[in-house]
C-alpha cells in the first residue's frame, strides 16, 4: 500500500523536476538571447565598460555628450544640464537613461540602422563601431529656455508643429549627469548626492510628470466639440451668464466660476468664453459633447495611451496622459456628468504631460494634424574630433511631415482664432497677454494661447500652464509650439504665460523675426 | 556496542571521483581568476575529500549497512557547491565565526564537518527507532518550543526573524523544525492510518477526510504555519506545506487530500496576497520583475541575466559574473552554477537531486514498518522539495523564496539539518537491511 503510494510521489516528483529542467531550458537556451542583449544585463554593462560611445550633437553641431576611454574606464562628459533629462546618462553603474537609453545600440555600435548591414556585420562579426546622433534641439534655445524657469520646478517644451521636431525639452531642478556616467566607484556617491536633494532632480518633469491641466485644456474641449459639430463659434447658453455667479448645478453638485477678477458676466460664444477662461461655458461644452465623444477626441490628440518621441524601437517614452481615472493603463468612462463637466475644463481626473500638452497646441497650429514627435534628426558616422562638428556621413533621417489627423482644418482655423483672440484681444489681454511676443520685440506676429491655472487640493498652490504658438495670424504658417508648466506657479498668466512668450519670441528672433 | 565492520565498496568506489572533481574545480577556478597556470591553495578541497573518506571509514567501522549511494550523492553535490563558494569567497563577504575571520568557503567546510559529525552520530547511534516514535509529542513541543523561542527572541536578517544566537553562532531553528515535525507527522500517521485511510465522510461526489483523526495533527500543522508565516519565512511555510501533503498522500493514497490542501494553500497565498504586503511585494515582482528592475525586481533580474549567459555549455568555471547577483551564495547559488557550467552542468546537479530523491523514497518503500517508511518519505520530499522550490524560484516559476539549495548554499544550520536527515535516512536504511536479514533468518550481524 505504501510502496505504491511511493511509487506514485516518484513519478510526480520526476515530472516536477522534468517541468524545472523545462524552465532551465527555458532561460538558458529559447529566451537567451533577448536577457543577453537587455541594456541591464551586467555582461552588456561589462563589455561597455572600455567602449567608446558616439557623439551627441545638438541642431547646430554643437557636442552635447562626448565620450572618452581612460585607463580602460569609458567616460562620458555632457556640455550641458539643461539637456540632462532629454540626454539622460550613460553610467556604468546605473545603467542609461533618456536618449541614451533609447539610442543605447546605436551609440554603442551594437546595431546599424540600416538592418542590411546590420545582418552583414552580424555574420562577419565585425567590432562595433560608434555612431553619432544629431538632434532636432537648438542648444540656444534649450538654455534659454531653462534659463527661464531658474530655480522653480517645471517644464518647457516647444515643438516645430510642421515638422513634430523637438525644438527645446527641458525639465528644472535638473543635475549634472557627467560625474554618475564616469567610474563607477564614483558614481555612487554622486548619485546618491542627487537623489538626497530636493525636488526629484532625476524626474524628467516633460514627460514623466503627470500634472492636473487646469483651463488649457479647455482647448482640447472646444476643438473636440466644434469638430463634432456639437457647437459652432456663435453658440452660446441662455443659462450661461446667470450661472457665471449663481453656479451650474449638476446632477446635485453646483460648478462654480472662477474669480473673474471683475468682469461682468455675458452671453459669451466659445471665443470670448475661451478669453475669460469660463468654466460654466465649457461644462455645458463638455456635457452636450457626452463621455464617450470626450474619450474618442481624447484618444485622437495621444490622450489615453503611452506615447514616444522617436518612432519605432528606438523611440523615447512619454508617460501616458488622462483625462479620466486609468483602467489598466487606458482611460477608463466617466463616472458621472459631474466628471466630465469638471474634465470639460481640466479638472477631475485629468493628468496630463506637458509633452501632451505641447503636441495639442502643435495640432491646432498645424492645422488638426498631430505632427509625430521626434527629438534625434539623424544618425551619423562617428566623428573623431567632435569639437569640429559631426561628420558628413548620414546613415539615417527621422521621417518628418508624417502624422496623424484628429480634427478638420476648418475646425484648427476656428480654435486658432479663438486662442489668437485669448492672449490678443481686450478680454484675452486681460488673463493671457503675457504670453504675446510681441511684448518681446517680435513685431508683426500674433500670438495664440490659453493659460491653466490648475487647482490642487485645499493649501497647495495652483499649477501655472500656457500653451500656445506663433506666429498666429491669419496666412502665417506658425513655427514653434510650446508648452510651459511651472509647478505651484500660481495662475497660468502670472508665471507660465510670459515664460512662454519670452521663449516663443526668442525662436522667432533666432530665426530672423522680430 | 561490539565493532562488526561492513564494507561498503560501493561507497568508496562513488567517492572516488570526487578526489579528481572538488581539487580539480579549485584549480580552474584559480586559474581563471588569477589568469596564471598554477594549482593554487588545494588545502579546503583535500580537507573535504578527507572529511568525506573519513565518513565512509566511520560507517565501515560501525558497522553501517544503510543505503551506499547517500554518502557519495551528497558528496557530490556538497562538492560542487564547496567548489563554488570557494570560487566566490574573493567576491561576498567574509564572515566571523569562532572569532576567527573565515571566507564563505572556510565556513562552509566548517559546518560540513559538524553536520558529517552529526550525520554519523545520528546514522551509527540510533539503531532504534524507539527514542523518535514514541515520543512525537515531546518531538513536536521542541519544534513549536524551538520555533516560540526565534519569534520572541530571535534576531532578522534580510527582513525576517528567523535567527537565534547561541553565543558566537547564529542559527536558524526553523531549519531543524522541519525534521521535528516530519518526526511527529510519521509517528502521528503511523499510529492512525488505518482510521485516516478507511474512515471518510462523504459530501455528494467528495469524499472528505476525517476530520476528527486529523484534528490533533492539523492543529500542531496549524500552529506551526502561523508562525512561520508571521516570521515572513514564506519558502519554509511552501517546504513545510508541501512536506505534510505529500505524507499525508503517501499515508492514505488520497489524491483529493493533496488537491484540498493544494486549494487551500493557493487561497491562503490569495488571502495573505491581499492582507500582507510583504506577501504582495513578493508575487508582484515574481509576475512582473522588470517592472522596478533596479531595486525589487533587481536580483530575480540579475539571476534570469545568469541563466542566459550560461547557455548550453556555461562560461567557464570562475569565468561568469555570478557576483553580479545580490546574494548568490545562499538564495542564487543555482544560478550561479547555471551561468558557468551552463545547461549541461545544471542539468548535472538536477539529475544528483533527483538520483538522490529516487533513492530516498526506495528506502521508504524497502522499509519494514509504517513509521520508518513515512520518516524516509517525509526526510525525502524535504530534501527534494527544498530543491525543486529554490530552484523554480530562481527560474521564475514560483514566487522567490529565501530557503537554501541543500548541501549547496552557504549556510551552517541547512548544512547541519540536511546532513542530520541524511543520519535518519542511513539509519532507516540500516534497520531495513537488519530486518530483511532476520526475515532470512541470518543471525543478527
Redesign the interface.
Same mark, same amino acid.
Given at each position: 500500500m505504501i510502496a505504491t503510494n511511493v511509487r506514485r510521489l516518484a513519478l510526480y516528483l520526476l515530472l516536477a523536476f522534468a517541468v524545472v529542467s523545462g524552465g532551465l531550458g527555458w532561460w538558458q537556451v529559447v529566451d537567451a538571447a533577448s536577457l543577453n542583449a537587455r541594456a541591464e544585463n551586467p555582461q552588456v554593462i561589462a563589455a561597455r565598460r572600455g567602449a567608446l560611445r558616439g557623439t551627441i550633437f545638438d541642431a547646430n553641431g554643437q557636442a552635447l555628450a562626448t565620450s572618452q576611454v581612460i585607463e580602460g574606464i569609458s567616460r562620458r562628459t555632457y556640455a550641458d544640464a539643461a539637456f540632462s533629462h532629454l540626454l539622460g546618462y550613460a553610467s556604468l553603474r546605473f545603467g542609461t537613461t533618456g536618449l541614451e537609453r533609447a539610442y543605447d545600440d546605436i551609440l554603442t555600435g551594437r546595431a546599424d540602422p540600416n538592418p542590411l548591414r546590420d545582418l552583414v556585420n552580424d555574420i562577419l562579426d565585425r567590432q562595433p563601431e560608434p555612431k553619432d546622433l544629431t538632434l532636432t534641439v537648438d542648444r540656444r534655445l534649450q538654455d534659454f529656455a531653462a534659463a527661464q524657469l531658474g530655480d522653480t520646478a517645471g517644464a518647457v517644451v516647444a515643438i516645430d508643429p510642421r515638422t513634430g521636431a523637438i525644438l527645446a525639452m527641458t525639465s528644472t531642478p535638473t543635475f549634472d549627469a557627467t560625474p554618475i556616467s564616469g567610474v563607477p566607484d564614483a558614481a555612487g556617491p554622486a548619485m546618491e548626492a542627487i537623489t538626497a536633494r530636493d525636488g526629484d532632480p532625476l524626474v524628467d518633469r516633460s514627460r514623466q510628470g503627470r500634472y492636473v491641466p487646469g483651463s488649457v485644456m479647455k482647448v482640447f474641449t472646444g476643438a473636440a466639440a466644434l469638430d463634432a459639430g456639437i457647437i459652432t463659434p456663435q453658440t452660446t447658453y441662455p443659462d450661461q451668464p446667470r450661472q457665471e455667479t449663481e453656479g451650474f448645478p449638476v446632477s446635485g453638485f453646483t460648478i462654480r466660476e472662477h474669480d473673474l477678477g471683475g468682469i461682468q458676466p455675458d452671453l459669451w460664444p466659445f471665443s470670448p468664453a475661451l478669453q475669460v477662461s469660463s468654466n460654466i461655458f465649457f461644462a455645458h461644452v463638455g456635457l452636450e459633447l457626452g463621455g464617450e465623444a470626450f474619450l474618442d477626441y481624447a484618444r485622437r490628440f495621444g490622450f489615453c495611451e503611452g506615447q514616444q518621441i522617436g518612432s519605432g524601437a528606438r523611440g523615447l517614452p512619454v508617460s501616458a496622459s488622462y483625462v479620466t481615472a486609468p483602467i489598466d493603463g487606458d482611460c477608463g468612462p466617466f463616472v458621472d456628468d459631474v466628471e466630465l463637466a469638471s474634465a470639460a475644463f481640466g479638472q477631475a481626473q485629468v493628468n496630463v504631460t506637458p509633452v501632451q500638452m505641447a503636441l495639442l497646441a502643435a495640432t491646432i497650429a498645424n492645422d488638426g494634424v498631430v505632427p509625430e514627435l521626434h527629438a534625434v534628426r539623424d544618425v551619423r558616422a562617428h566623428a573623431a574630433d567632435p569639437a569640429t562638428g559631426p561628420a558628413d556621413q548620414i546613415l539615417e533621417r527621422s521621417s518628418t511631415g508624417g502624422g496623424s489627423r484628429a480634427i478638420s482644418v476648418d475646425t484648427a482655423r476656428q480654435v486658432r482664432v479663438a486662442m489668437v483672440d485669448a492672449v490678443e484681444a481686450e478680454l484675452g489681454q486681460l488673463f493671457a497677454g503675457a504670453g504675446a511676443v510681441r511684448l518681446y520685440g517680435i513685431g508683426g506676429a500674433q500670438t495664440a494661447g490659453k493659460t491653466g491655472t490648475a487647482q490642487r487640493s485645499e493649501g497647495q498652490a495652483p499649477h501655472s500652464w500656457f500653451i500656445g504658438f506663433a506666429p498666429a495670424q491669419d496666412g502665417a504658417e506658425p513655427a514653434i509650439a510650446v508648452a510651459v508648466l511651472v509647478e505651484g506657479g500660481g495662475s497660468g498668466s502670472g508665471r507660465a504665460a510670459p515664460i512662454a512668450g519670452r521663449v516663443m519670441a526668442e525662436w522667432l528672433r533666432l530665426n530672423g523675426g522680430g | 556496542m561490539r565493532l562488526t565492520l561492513a564494507w561498503r565498496w560501493a561507497e568508496l568506489r562513488m567517492l572516488l571521483p570526487l578526489a579528481i572533481l572538488v581539487p580539480l574545480g579549485f584549480f580552474v577556478t584559480h586559474v581563471a581568476r588569477e589568469g596564471v597556470l598554477e594549482a593554487g591553495s588545494l588545502t579546503l578541497a583535500m580537507g573535504y575529500l578527507a572529511l568525506m573518506l573519513a565518513a565512509h571509514a566511520i560507517l565501515v567501522l560501525s558497522g553501517q549497512r544503510g543505503d551506499q549511494l547517500l554518502l557519495p550523492l551528497v558528496a557530490t553535490i556538497g562538492g560542487v557547491g564547496l567548489v563554488m563558494l570557494n570560487r566566490l569567497a574573493p567576491e561576498v563577504e567574509t564572515t566571523q565565526a569562532f572569532g576567527l575571520q573565515l571566507d564563505v568557503a572556510q565556513t562552509q567546510l566548517l559546518w560540513f564537518s559538524v553536520g558529517t559529525v552529526a550525520m554519523l552520530v545520528v546514522a551509527a547511534g540510533l539503531r532504534d527507532d524507539g527514542p523518535l516514535r514514541h515520543y512525537k509529542y515531546t518531538w513536536a513541543a521542541l519544534g513549536i518550543g524551538m520555533l516560540v523561542f526565534t519569534a520572541l527572541f530571535g534576531f532578522e536578517v534580510n527582513g525576517a526573524r528567523l535567527w537565534v544566537a547561541l553565543g558566537p553562532i547564529a542559527v536558524q531553528p526553523g531549519e531543524f523544525v522541519k525534521i521535528v515535525l516530519v518526526i511527529f507527522i510519521a509517528g502521528y500517521l503511523a499510529d492512525n492510518r488505518a482510521l485516516l485511510t478507511e474512515a471518510s465522510l462523504r459530501i455528494g461526489p467528495i469524499r472528505v477526510p476525517p476530520l476528527p483523526y486529523l484534528l490533533p495533527m492539523l492543529a500542531l500543522f496549524g500552529v506551526v504555519m502561523l508562525v512561520v508565516v508571521r516570521q515572513n519565512d514564506l519558502g519554509q511555510a511552501l517546504l513545510l506545506f508541501g512536506i505534510f501533503l505529500?505524507m499525508l498522500?503517501?499515508?492514505?493514497?488520497r489524491r483529493s487530500y493533496v488537491l484540498i490542501g493544494l486549494l487551500l494553500f493557493v487561497a491562503g497565498v490569495f488571502v495573505a496576497y491581499r492582507l500582507f504586503p510583504h506577501v504582495a511585494v513578493r508575487v508582484d515582482i515574481w509576475i512582473d520583475p522588470f517592472a522596478d528592475?533596479?531595486d525589487r525586481g533587481f536580483q530575480p533580474?540579475?539571476g534570469?541575466?545568469a541563466?542566459?549567459?550560461?547557455?548550453?555549455f556555461g562560461e567557464g568555471l570562475g569565468q561568469g559574473?555570478p557576483s553580479?547577483i545580490p546574494l548568490v551564495h545562499t538564495d542564487f547559488i543555482f544560478a550561479a552554477i547555471?551561468e558557468e557550467l551552463?545547461?549541461i552542468g545544471?542539468?548535472a546537479v538536477?539529475a544528483l537531486?533527483?538520483t538522490f530523491?529516487?533513492r530516498g523514497?526506495r528506502i *521508504?518503500?524497502l522499509a519494514r514498518d509504517?513509521f520508518s517508511?513515512?520518516l524516509a518519505?517525509g526526510i525525502t *520530499?524535504s530534501l527534494?522539495l527544498q530543491t525543486?522550490i529554490i530552484?523554480?524560484g530562481n527560474?521564475?516559476?514560483i514566487p522567490l523564496t529565501g530557503i537554501t539549495l541543500p548541501f549547496v548554499s552557504y549556510g551552517g544550520s541547512s548544512i547541519l539539518a540536511s546532513f542530520l536527515m541524511i543520519g535518519l535516512l542511513l539509519s532507516v536504511s540500516h534497520r531495513t537491511a537488519r530486518a530483511i536479514d532476520r526475515e532470512q533468518g541470518l543471525p543478527d550481524r
Open positions: - | 505529500t498522500f503517501v499515508a492514505t493514497g528592475p533596479t533580474i540579475r534570469l541575466f541563466f542566459a549567459r550560461g547557455g548550453l559574473l553580479s547555471a551552463g545547461l545544471a542539468f538536477l537531486f533527483l530523491v529516487f523514497l *521508504a518503500m509504517e517508511a513515512l518519505v *520530499a527534494g525543486l530552484v523554480a527560474l521564475k516559476l
